[in-house]
C-alpha cells in the first residue's frame, strides 16, 4: 500500500481505505478504482493525500470492528474540529459531551484489546487528530485501570481540550521546540480558563498537570504533583504514544513496539501502571504480526506474551522453527528488534494454521 498526494492520483488507482463524510457515511469503499469525477470529489474534501494499493495487491483484511474504529475516527475528527473552533473563540461548543459519552461507551471498557489504527495527518489537522486519539487511548487505559465512568469521562474531556493552544500556531516538529510546548501550555491555559463557565475546574487542573509533565519546565513541586494526579499521568501516556506513533506526512512514526520500550523504560517520566494499562488495551505484538529478530531473523507471531509483551512465540520464516522468546536458556542471545512495519499492518493468518505450529501444552 502506498501513498499517492492528491495532486498525483491517476485514474484507474484503487483506494486502500475507505473514505467517510462527517457523518459517518461511506463515500468510496476499499478496492474503489478512481475515476475523474471521483478525484475532483476527493479534492474539495481538503485531503493531502490517499492510500492506494499496488496493482497486484490483495485488499487487506479488516474485521468490522477495525472498520467502525476508522469510521469513528473520521466522525470524531469533524466533530472536535467545530468544538475546538469554537472553544478557542470563546463560545459555547456545540457537541463536546456528546463525544465524550461516545468514546466512554464505545472504548472505555472494551473487554479485549483493540487494533489501534493511526491515519495520516498534516499541520492544518495534527491537532484535532491526536486530540481524538489520545481520548481515544485515555478512554482505554483508563477503563483498564477499572476507573469508574464519571472519572474516564474527566480525562477523556480533558484529553479532547488539553492541546487546544496549538490551534493558531505552526504546530509541525512541535515536540522538539521547548518554546512552542510552553507556549501551547499557555495559550491553552488562557483559552481554558475564558471558557470557565463551561470547563470544570478539575478537567484544567489534569491539563495543567499533563502539560507540566510534557514540557517539564515547571518547578519540582509543580511536577511531583501532577505525578499524583492519575487523570494526568494516563493523559501523559496516551499523548507520548500518540505522539510517537502518528503518521506524519514530514516524518517517519515511530513504530508501536519502540514507542511501548521508551515508555517502559522511562518510569520515571511514564506511570508504569498506565503504561501497563495501555499495554494491555491495543494489539501491538499479537499473533499474526510479522516481526525480525536479532540476527536479522524474520518470523511471524505465533502467541503472544501477555507477561512480557517482547517476548512472545514467533515462528521463523527461514527455517520454520519456532521461537519462545521467553525462554532465556534456549533464545538467550535472541531478542525482538522490531515490527516489520508495512503501510497497513494487519494481517490475518488462518486460526488452524496457528494452532498447528504452536506448542502442544498451548492447544491444550
Known amino acids: 500500500m502506498l501513498f499517492v498526494k492528491v495532486d498525483e492520483l491517476k485514474p484507474g488507482m484503487r483506494l486502500g481505505k475507505p473514505i467517510y463524510n462527517k457523518n459517518g457515511v461511506l463515500l468510496y469503499d476499499r478496492d474503489t478504482r478512481l475515476t475523474m469525477q471521483v478525484i475532483y470529489g476527493i479534492r474539495n474534501f ?15 483484511p479488516m474485521s468490522e470492528e477495525d472498520i467502525n474504529f476508522e469510521r469513528f475516527q473520521t466522525m470524531a475528527v469533524f466533530s472536535i474540529r467545530e468544538d475546538l ?3 478557542t473563540a470563546g463560545k459555547k461548543d456545540k457537541g463536546l459531551d456528546w463525544l465524550c459519552s461516545l468514546i466512554l461507551k464505545n472504548y472505555a471498557n472494551v473487554p479485549h484489546k483493540i487494533n489501534f489504527v493511526q491515519s495520516l495527518r498534516s ?9 481524538i486519539n489520545v481520548a481515544l487511548l485515555s478512554a482505554i487505559i483508563a477503563g483498564k485501570m477499572n476507573m469508574p465512568p464519571g472519572r474516564i469521562n474527566a480525562i477523556v474531556k480533558a484529553a479532547l481540550l488539553h492541546d487546544c493552544g496549538g490551534l493558531k500556531l505552526d504546530y509541525v516538529n512541535a515536540d ?3 518554546n512552542v510546548k ?3 501550555k499557555v495559550n491553552t491555559r488562557e483559552i481554558l480558563k475564558s471558557n470557565s463557565n463551561i470547563i470544570d475546574e478539575s478537567i484544567l487542573r489534569t491539563i495543567e498537570h499533563m502539560q507540566a509533565l510534557y514540557t517539564g519546565s515547571d518547578s519540582k513541586e509543580a511536577i511531583e504533583a501532577a505525578r499524583s494526579n492519575s487523570r494526568a499521568t494516563i493523559l501523559h501516556v496516551a499523548d507520548a504514544y500518540d505522539r510517537m506513533t502518528a503518521m506524519k506526512s514530514y516524518e517517519e512514526p515511530t513504530s508501536e513496539v519502540k514507542a ?3 515508555l517502559l523504560e522511562h518510569p520515571e517520566t511514564y506511570d508504569p501502571v498506565a503504561v501497563r494499562a495501555l499495554i494491555n488495551g491495543i494489539n501491538v505484538l499479537n499473533p499474526g504480526v510479522c516481526v525480525e529478530l536479532t540476527g536479522h531473523v524474520k518470523g511471524v507471531v505465533i502467541i ?12 521463523s520464516f527461514q527455517d520454520n522453527r519456532l521461537h519462545n522468546l521467553a525462554d532465556t536458556g534456549e533464545n538467550q542471545d535472541m531478542e525482538l528488534v522490531d515490527i516489520m512495519k508495512t503501510m497497513d499492518n494487519r494481517i490475518k493468518l488462518d486460526p488452524d494454521i496457528l494452532k498447528e505450529y504452536a506448542p502442544v501444552e498451548w492447544n491444550k
Open 260 to 262: 511501548l520500550r521508551v
Open 123 to 131: 499541520s492544518d489537522d495534527f491537532i484535532y487528530k491526536h486530540s
Open 176 to 178: 522538539e521546540d521547548q
Open 46 to 60: 481538503g485531503l493531502m493525500g490517499l492510500y492506494i494499493l499496488e496493482p497486484a495487491e490483495p485488499v487487506p
Open 182 to 184: 510552553n507556549t501551547v
Open 304 to 315: 503472544e506474551n501477555e507477561d512480557d509483551i517482547f517476548r512472545p512465540w514467533v515462528l
Open 85 to 87: 473552533e469554537l472553544i
